[in-house]
């Protein structure tokens, strides 16, 4: 089984944001870190590659910076790397990185490629479903299950309220990956050791311009929220009081 | 039942060789690694027929990134980045040079400014920096030069053989809260290498081991250590100009407690804010974090801080001993460096650049020990010769009785001093003798249940939520976080102490002087009483380890030295971007 999973790096979760001076982005001078639902696929896709042998191949869209998540990435198990690398893959709108991704792949094979299921910083939850789009094959998202079948794969989706959905897709095949379909492993200092040598092909935005076309999305300007928290006590006898608060949920909060 | 975090027993352990390994990724380390790699460039250069490897030398880093857990002002003395990179200002992140210092002595209600500034707080030619970034940076160049940091992993237990060192374990991961290997369990390492360098760091967990274990320290001469507590703001442009220094004394602080606050301009419109307090008071109930925001709420900061915001938190301790409390730097097979080691000038308030120093002369003495073969007690000797040699000794060894004056207060302080700035470093008799800080803390029962001099540092701080935060508040901005289900990192031998005997002879300290509220005393249901006269309540402990933020205040201040500062699973603790 040949898998490509697609990495993305985002701000830590934790990491103090600042708008740059145009408003359209934030300073960068910040810690990054693999977004989740990735981490979460490339898990997968090892433990995939460890039941039915084959290949994990990584890539990432981004700036120097994002080759922290191949190198984790390969520290962890996985076989290769791809860096797309260049400062204009950040603030791409989701169309063109995959057509970047897309293009990327010119030259491959893969059974499956796995993404997360939704990016922590824009959140699109496009990117991997344009890829398969751009690459005629099937997809599936909010995958919480994968079990290899003589076909294809047998999946599990996470629908809401607790509902799930089943179902066979053959390959090749595009999946996004929920959050917590698994345990994430940790990193070993000889996995650490061993991912130095282990090839990460570069690629920039030069050899993959031809393929994209214009950002149909731009971020013009981003806006802090003004903080409108409001504190209002009611006073009365707890029936007076559950009058109130029914009537401020009903006509002012608007709730039901 | 508190499960405390502890190597796992009766697991099969990967190890590795290694060369050096650095344990602690600060200046102190990363200097010590690109040292080690210039060195070994240039005899491979020398001797192409014979060349050394920097494959095995490995720096243990606890953070999950460089530079993450580092906390300073900060002010960076260039002397020592001058010999390890010549130029480095054209490329390092520097905020901006120092033109302008002044001192300040603040009482409740007003500010005298210091006529002239005091030599040793003359800064010109330092450069305001984030540590943060500054060490993010100098990690850079060390994976440029082909070293491994391996970030995430921290060095849990020395591995010992009788007085020799032989390398360190690192953490466990993948343990749950009572100690079980989860799914995911990964064994620590033993890293087995020809020598160790300790760089981690005020009060560093693997440097009390040995500390511990060979009596490294003098007990005449114990080091004694502050918390330094700071805050980042953003402020209205053209109150506080980039490299403008100020340092202040007096409130919140009485003339018996030992502290100082500085003011760093980074930009027009971004400032360090901080607050030193010397971990040697007498009163239980003294709140280190309280006394920086009481500090805060003088009229004279107000004027700087007023619509400004407050954008990150952070705390760190910081060794004030200088030269005669320096513990053995060196025995077989190991080396300490940085704040393990107590570098620290604690007149000038720097001890980065003689982290950075200290960092070069180990990885010299290492790079020795490498080609002869021997890192024994005797070849590393030579680490010791070369700090004496160096200029290091010539900035602490006058400065030696600094700190150690001001112990009965700031004004004889201010005295003897003065004294020593005359007489070259001497008093007028033998060098002062230093004990630990705890010691002086005095039973609740001896101090005035109100102290309307100390009302504005004793017990926890409210905070405004603009001006002045309380603890929680601060905490959330250190952006620190941990795996919650793993035991308890605060390691405490005797609980017991700390739900009785503390609480009657102390009053639990630990709540106060803690910068990010691990401890909390938790009224514990009723328990029954043998004479069955009903029931009575008790306070128990709890530690609320995921806000930890690593300083090692617990570990250095416990009245009855029973906590001890461990690390907790890698990759846990605070985020101290642009800090």
Request: aromatic share 8%; proline share 5%.
């Given at each position: 089984m040949?898998?490509?999973?697609?990495?993305?790096?985002?701000?830590?979760?934790?990491?103090?944001?600042?708008?740059?001076?145009?408003?359209?982005?934030?300073?960068?001078?910040?810690?990054?870190?693999?977004?989740?639902?990735?981490?979460?696929?490339?898990?997968?896709?090892?433990?995939q590659?460890?039941?039915h042998?084959?290949?994990?191949?990584?890539?990432?869209?981004?700036?120097?910076?994002?080759?922290?998540?191949?190198?984790?990435?390969?520290?962890?198990?996985?076989?290769?790397?791809?860096?797309?690398?260049?400062?204009?893959?950040?603030?791409?709108?989701?169309?063109?990185?995959?057509?970047?991704?897309?293009?990327?792949?010119?030259?491959?094979?893969?059974d499956?490629?796995?993404?997360?299921?939704?990016?922590?910083?824009?959140?699109?939850?496009?990117?991997?479903?344009?890829?398969?789009?751009?690459?005629?094959?099937?997809?599936?998202?909010?995958?919480?299950g994968i079990e290899k079948t003589e076909s294809g794969v047998r999946l599990k989706?996470?629908?809401?309220?607790?509902?799930?959905?089943m179902l066979d897709m053959p390959l090749?095949c595009?999946?996004?990956?929920?959050?917590?379909?698994?345990?994430?492993?940790?990193?070993?200092?000889?996995?650490?050791?061993?991912?130095?040598?282990?090839?990460?092909?570069?690629?920039?935005?030069?050899?993959?311009?031809?393929?994209?076309?214009?950002?149909?999305?731009?971020?013009?300007?981003?806006?802090?929220?003004?903080?409108?928290?409001?504190?209002?006590?009611?006073?009365?006898?707890?029936?007076?009081?559950?009058?109130?608060?029914?009537?401020?949920?009903?006509?002012?909060?608007?709730?039901? | 039942?508190?499960?405390?975090?502890?190597?796992?027993?009766?697991?099969?352990?990967?190890?590795?060789?290694?060369?050096?390994?650095?344990?602690?990724?600060?200046?102190?380390?990363?200097?010590?690694?690109?040292?080690?790699?210039?060195?070994?460039?240039?005899?491979?250069?020398?001797?192409?027929?014979?060349?050394?490897?920097?494959?095995?030398?490995?720096?243990?880093?606890?953070?999950?990134?460089?530079?993450?857990?580092?906390?300073?002002?900060?002010?960076?003395?260039?002397?020592?980045?001058?010999?390890?990179?010549?130029?480095?200002?054209?490329?390092?992140?520097?905020?901006?040079?120092?033109?302008?210092?002044?001192?300040?002595?603040?009482?409740?209600?007003?500010?005298?400014?210091?006529?002239?500034?005091?030599?040793?707080?003359?800064?010109?030619?330092?450069?305001?920096?984030?540590?943060?970034?500054?060490?993010?940076?100098?990690?850079?160049?060390?994976?440029?030069?082909?070293?491994?940091?391996?970030?995430?992993?921290?060095?849990?237990?020395?591995?010992?053989?009788?007085?020799?060192?032989?390398?360190?374990?690192?953490?466990?991961?993948?343990?749950?809260?009572?100690?079980?290997?989860?799914?995911?369990?990964?064994?620590?390492?033993?890293?087995?290498?020809?020598?160790?360098?300790?760089?981690?760091?005020?009060?560093?967990?693997?440097?009390?081991?040995?500390?511990?274990?060979?009596?490294?320290?003098?007990?005449?001469?114990?080091?004694?250590?502050?918390?330094?507590?700071?805050?980042?703001?953003?402020?209205?442009?053209?109150?506080?100009?980039?490299?403008?220094?100020?340092?202040?004394?007096?409130?919140?602080?009485?003339?018996?407690?030992?502290?100082?606050?500085?003011?760093?301009?980074?930009?027009?419109?971004?400032?360090?804010?901080?607050?030193?307090?010397?971990?040697?008071?007498?009163?239980?109930?003294?709140?280190?974090?309280?006394?920086?925001?009481?500090?805060?709420?003088?009229?004279?900061?107000?004027?700087?801080?007023?619509?400004?915001?407050?954008?990150?938190?952070?705390?760190?301790?910081?060794?004030?001993?200088?030269?005669?409390?320096?513990?053995?730097?060196?025995?077989?097979?190991?080396?300490?460096?940085?704040?393990?080691?107590?570098?620290?000038?604690?007149?000038?308030?720097?001890?980065?650049?003689?982290?950075?120093?200290?960092?070069?002369?180990?990885?010299?003495?290492?790079?020795?020990?490498?080609?002869?073969?021997?890192?024994?007690?005797?070849?590393?000797?030579?680490?010791?010769?070369?700090?004496?040699?160096?200029?290091?000794?010539?900035?602490?060894?006058?400065?030696?009785?600094?700190?150690?004056?001001?112990?009965?207060?700031?004004?004889?302080?201010?005295?003897?001093?003065?004294?020593?700035?005359?007489?070259?470093?001497?008093?007028?008799?033998?060098?002062?003798?230093?004990?630990?800080?705890?010691?002086?803390?005095?039973?609740?029962?001896?101090?005035?249940?109100?102290?309307?001099?100390?009302?504005?540092?004793?017990?926890?701080?409210?905070?405004?939520?603009?001006?002045?935060?309380?603890?929680?508040?601060?905490?959330?901005?250190?952006?620190?976080?941990?795996?919650?289900?793993?035991?308890?990192?605060?390691?405490?031998?005797?609980?017991?102490?700390?739900?009785?005997?503390?609480?009657?002879?102390?009053?639990?300290?630990?709540?106060?002087?803690?910068?990010?509220?691990?401890?909390?005393?938790?009224?514990?249901?009723?328990?029954?009483?043998?004479?069955?006269?009903?029931?009575?309540?008790?306070?128990?402990?709890?530690?609320?380890?995921?806000?930890?933020?690593?300083?090692?205040?617990?570990?250095?201040?416990?009245?009855?030295?029973?906590?001890?500062?461990?690390?907790?699973?890698?990759?846990?603790?605070?985020?101290?971007?642009?800090?």
């Open positions: 040949k898998i490509l999973v697609c990495l993305k790096q985002v701000p830590q979760k934790d990491a103090p944001l600042k708008l740059n001076e145009s408003g359209t982005w934030i300073r960068d001078d910040i810690s990054y870190e693999v977004n989740e639902p990735d981490a979460y696929a490339l898990e997968e896709a090892l433990r590659k460890e039941k042998g084959g290949e994990v191949v990584v890539i990432t869209a981004g700036p120097t910076r994002a080759q922290q998540v191949l190198r984790e990435a390969l520290a962890k198990g996985a076989d290769r790397a791809i860096h797309l690398e260049d400062d204009g893959f950040v603030g791409m709108d989701a169309v063109n990185t995959a057509r970047a991704l897309a293009a990327a792949l010119e030259g491959e094979s893969f499956m490629i796995f993404t997360g299921l939704q990016s922590d910083d824009y959140g699109f939850a496009q990117t991997g479903v344009l890829l398969a789009e751009l690459l005629h094959w099937p997809h599936a998202t909010i995958i919480i989706r996470e629908l809401e309220a607790g509902h799930y959905q090749p595009v999946l996004t990956i929920q959050s917590g379909i698994n345990k994430l492993r940790y990193a070993t200092l000889i996995g650490i050791k061993q991912a130095k040598n282990k090839p990460v092909k570069r690629l920039t935005l030069a050899d993959v311009q031809g393929k994209l076309g214009k950002n149909l999305q731009v971020v013009e300007r981003l806006y802090v929220p003004v903080k409108q928290k409001k504190t209002e006590m009611l006073e009365g006898t707890s029936v007076e009081l559950a009058k109130k608060l029914v009537e401020k949920l009903r006509n002012e909060v608007r709730v039901f | 039942m508190i499960h405390f975090r502890k190597s796992l027993e009766g697991v099969d352990r990967p190890q590795m060789e290694a060369d050096v390994v650095i344990v602690g990724g600060g200046p102190a380390g990363m200097a010590c690694a690109l040292r080690l790699a210039q060195l070994i460039d240039a005899h491979n250069a020398a001797h192409p027929d014979a060349p050394m490897s920097k494959e095995n030398i490995y720096v243990l880093e606890k953070a999950r990134e460089a530079g993450q857990h580092c906390l300073s002002g900060a002010l960076l003395d260039p002397r020592s980045m001058n010999e390890l990179l010549p130029g480095f200002e054209k490329e390092a992140p520097l905020d901006g040079q120092v033109h302008k210092e002044s001192v300040y002595l603040l009482t409740r209600a007003g500010q005298h400014k210091f006529p002239i500034t005091p030599p040793p707080m003359r800064d010109h030619g330092n450069y305001v920096i984030s540590i943060n970034k500054f060490v993010k940076w100098m990690a850079q160049k060390v994976e440029e030069v082909g070293i491994t940091i391996f970030t995430g992993f921290a060095g849990t237990d020395v591995l010992l053989d009788g007085e020799r060192v032989l390398g360190v374990r690192t953490d466990d991961k993948g343990v749950d809260k009572n100690g079980q290997p989860k799914s995911n369990f990964e064994a620590g390492y033993d890293l087995h290498s020809k020598v160790t360098i300790f760089s981690e760091g005020a009060r560093g967990s693997c440097t009390q081991q040995i500390a511990q274990k060979f009596q490294l320290e003098n007990p005449e001469h114990a080091q004694v250590y502050g918390v330094g507590i700071k805050e980042l703001w953003e402020i209205p442009a053209g109150r506080i100009a980039p490299g403008e220094v100020l340092y202040t004394l007096g409130y919140p602080l009485t003339t018996k407690e030992f502290g100082g606050a500085w003011i760093y301009g980074i930009s027009s419109t971004e400032i360090s804010v901080g607050f030193v307090m010397g971990l040697d008071y007498a009163d239980p109930r003294t709140d280190p974090h309280h006394a920086f925001q009481s500090f805060k709420e003088h009229a004279f900061l107000r004027g700087i801080l007023a619509d400004g915001k407050m954008i990150r938190y952070g705390a760190k301790s910081l060794p004030y001993g200088g030269w005669n409390c320096l513990p053995q730097l060196y025995g077989h097979g190991w080396m300490l460096a940085g704040d393990s080691a107590g570098f620290l000038n604690s007149q000038r308030l720097k001890g980065i650049h003689l982290a950075i120093k200290s960092g070069m002369l180990a990885a010299e003495t290492a790079f020795d020990a490498l080609r002869s073969g021997d890192a024994s007690t005797t070849q590393l000797a030579a680490y010791k010769t070369r700090v004496d040699a160096s200029w290091m000794r010539e900035e602490l060894y006058p400065v030696r009785n600094f700190h150690q004056a001001f112990e009965h207060g700031l004004l004889p302080g201010m005295v003897k001093a003065g004294i020593q700035q005359v007489l070259g470093g001497a008093n007028l008799g033998p060098d002062f003798k230093c004990s630990p800080g705890y010691k002086n803390m005095q039973h609740l029962g001896t101090c005035s249940v109100s102290d309307d001099a100390r009302a504005q540092f004793l017990g926890p701080a409210k905070g405004d939520g603009k001006l002045t935060f309380d603890k929680l508040t601060d905490v959330y901005h250190a952006g620190t976080r941990h795996e919650d289900d793993q035991p308890t990192h605060l390691v405490i031998a005797d609980l017991d102490i700390c739900n009785r005997r503390c609480t009657q002879e102390f009053g639990n300290p630990c709540q106060h002087f803690c910068p990010a509220s691990v401890y909390e005393m938790v009224e514990e249901e009723m328990v029954e009483t043998s004479e069955g006269s009903g029931s009575t309540q008790q306070k128990e402990l709890h530690i609320h380890f995921a806000n930890c933020v690593h300083c090692k205040t617990c570990d250095i201040m416990d009245p009855y030295q029973i906590i001890h500062w461990t690390p907790p699973e890698g990759g846990g603790g605070p985020n101290y971007d642009g800090m």
